[in-house]
């Protein structure tokens, strides 16, 4: 799933659901001060939600300046993706928490139909 926008910052979000479990995404961001640098980071997360706790892997990728070819960023793209594939549960951090923002209506069972709506890999 492509999220453009994310969260209101100057983002695109390609996210997608793993086989070992969560969500992971490769994010584009924009440098504000510069406005041609997008720098590419990997992301993988397991969600606990009955702990209201996430365990969470990041790594920045690459930087592709938008004035270069763009077989670099689809080649940087496919480097995230190998490392997130590469990543196992060993892999990520502690659990962080509690997210009390997730509210009580957004039970388990809610979060993993919209999991299964993503793309796996």
Known sequence: MIERYRQGRAAWELR??????????LVLSLRERTGHVLDLSAVWWIDDFNARSRR?????IAAWDRRADHLVLRQQL?????LIDGWREDD????RGPYL??????TAAGFEEARRQLPRR
């Open 16 to 25: 997608f659901a793993r086989e070992l479990g969560g969500e992971a995404a």
């Open 56 to 60: 969470l892997r990041s790594q920045k």
């Open 78 to 82: 496919d480097a995230g993706l190998s």
């Open 92 to 95: 990520l951090g502690p659990a």
């Open 101 to 106: 923002s997730w509210s009580r209506e957004q």
